[in-house]
């Protein structure tokens, strides 16, 4: 079982993928903007998420960023894209995109 550690530097990534791996993303984000990280296409098949938090920095203020930080588990080999989109709830903008690739 492998686990993978993914941020923003590694959109556009091809990951090979066996079952039981784990990868965990983590993207900056500042829930006082609007902008959030969510799922933006999933084949629940081959994913499935076992982890979705924010977490700030110790010490910084009220309205200041953090990290958005999701794990998810390898159920089957197969062959796919898993997107994660920044975007605000209430608009149909997609503000930055992270896309992965596995076989």
Do not use: C, H
Request: glycine share 10%; no cysteine; charged share 30%.
């Amino acid at each position: 079982m492998a686990f993978l550690e993914i941020g923003e530097k590694d959109d556009g990534a091809n990951l090979d993928l066996q079952a039981g791996d784990r990868i965990k993303i983590e993207l900056n984000e500042n829930p006082t903007t609007g902008y959030l990280w969510e799922i933006g296409n999933i084949n629940v098949k081959d994913l499935k998420i076992i982890g979705n938090e924010f977490k700030t920095p110790d010490g910084n203020a009220a309205g200041a960023g953090g990290l958005r930080k999701m794990v998810f588990e390898v159920i089957k080999k197969s062959k796919g894209d898993l997107v994660l989109e920044s975007r605000q709830k209430w608009s149909r903008e997609i503000y930055k995109t992270l896309k992965l690739s596995y076989t």
